[in-house]
């Protein structure tokens, strides 16, 4: 028993290092865009190219890794997403012309979609459903810690060597986490009466399920509606109080750890409350502080409000995610990767949405928008989709 329960804690290590990884590569990439382009002769207009290569690759080829995963084996996708967003990583450090640093960031991409939904995938595997709202927070904690740590940890680096290092450091945190992947067993959860090729099949099966595709839209919604005001969030500063860049980035530090600390704590107070409870008081939170942040003339209230948004934030997002984990178990893996994608859509949509509402309005109805998309997504939560506990009292009832 002491050895499972150490190579538990070992893998739930492993995977929030995992994660870690993944969330900073993406994030370190965006303060890094300048130098970048401006070594690789080209316009700083097509910067941005580099981190939607790396987030729409990950959103179209993650469904098919977490598919692949509930087939082969966990273990046999992890490494080997390890093993290509480590070389990927140390290859965008070394590229020399722009379009070679996309062909690195599109690699860099499929790497991370190999690994962070399987990640949640192994979680669901080792965790009962009682107890996996504790790991699932630490897993996300770890995705939001990079942000916060990430950022001026690459930012230090770029400035005292170079932009290539940050990535060769990332790259070579990444070949360590191969090795110590081997002293961890993970549980072969697959199936081997379905054929690796029929993808596309499961896929579709799994998204034929009412609850699952509720729940998806969900994700698409929450993560969406924080991203749209999310992205803005430097030109509303700066167009409401005229802060600086220095200062914006102080908010959004303590706006993050808020965050981690939502996610961490989230996870552990649905174990014991209940899932759907922690959802229902979080997404209510939510909807009102990122709508009434726009309200607001005062600065110290905004912050106030900013941390709420992004500690509550936090709290849903482990619960949510801990409740999506265990809608179809045989298919855990396709599932969570399809989360992962909804992720991303959601981000494109909302932020493509927020700016044309921002061209034509202003901040006050981007605020109300993502406020009514939360509300939606609690009534998916509480109405559309049924907790394992209810399940089984459904199940019960009928015996």
């Not at 090729?197 to 699952?212: C, D, E, M, P, R």
């Not at 303590?254 to 229902?280: C, P, Q, T, Y």
């Not at 921002?358 to 989709?385: D, E, H, K, Y």
Request: hydrophobic letters at 55%; glycine letters at 10%; proline letters at 2%.
């Amino acid at each position: 028993m002491l050895n499972k329960q150490t190579n538990k804690i070992k893998i739930l290590l492993m995977l929030a290092g995992c994660s870690f990884l993944v969330g900073f590569d993406l994030i370190v990439t965006i303060p890094l865009i300048p130098d970048m382009v401006n070594e690789v002769q080209m316009d700083i207009e097509l910067g941005g190219l580099l981190v939607t290569a790396y987030a729409v690759v990950y959103a179209v080829f993650s469904p098919i890794f977490g598919s692949l995963s509930d087939r082969v084996g966990r273990k046999k996708v992890f490494v080997s997403g390890l093993i290509v967003f480590s070389a990927a990583t140390v290859l965008t450090g070394i590229a020399s012309t722009f379009w070679t640093l996309i062909v690195f960031r599109v690699l860099t991409g499929i790497g991370a979609g190999m690994i962070e939904p399987v990640a949640f995938a192994i979680v669901g595997d080792h965790y009962s459903y009682e107890e996996r709202g504790k790991a699932i927070g630490i897993v996300t904690g770890a995705l939001i810690a990079s942000s916060i740590i990430g950022v001026p940890i690459g930012g230090f680096v770029a400035e005292w060597l170079s932009w290539r290092w940050a990535f060769w450091l990332i790259g070579l945190l990444s070949v360590l986490a191969l090795f110590m992947m081997k002293s961890v067993t993970v549980d072969q959860e697959k199936d081997p009466n379905r054929e690796a090729t029929a993808v596309v099949t499961q896929i579709k099966q799994v998204f034929s399920v009412h609850s699952v595709f509720l729940a998806l839209l969900g994700t698409l919604l929450y993560y969406g509606a924080l991203q749209g005001m999310f992205a803005n969030t430097g030109v509303f500063y700066h167009l409401k109080f005229q802060l600086g860049t220095g200062q914006v980035g102080l908010i959004l530090m303590f706006a993050g750890a808020g965050s981690v600390l939502g996610s961490v704590l989230g996870g552990r107070i649905s174990d014991r409350a209940g899932k759907k409870k922690v959802v229902f008081l979080a997404v209510i939170c939510v909807a009102i502080s990122v709508s009434m942040l726009a309200m607001v003339d005062s600065l110290p209230y905004v912050i106030a409000l900013h941390v709420i948004w992004a500690s509550f934030y936090g709290v849903g997002q482990s619960a949510i995610t801990t409740i999506i984990s265990e809608l179809e178990p045989n298919s855990r893996g396709t599932i969570m990767a399809l989360n992962s994608s909804a992720m991303y859509l959601g981000s494109g949509l909302f932020t493509i949405a927020a700016s044309f509402l921002l061209s034509a309005t202003n901040f006050f109805w981007l605020g109300i928008v993502c406020g009514v998309a939360n509300m939606v997504v609690l009534l998916i939560v509480i109405l559309g989709i049924k907790e394992k506990h209810e399940i089984s009292q459904v199940s019960s009832d009928i015996c």
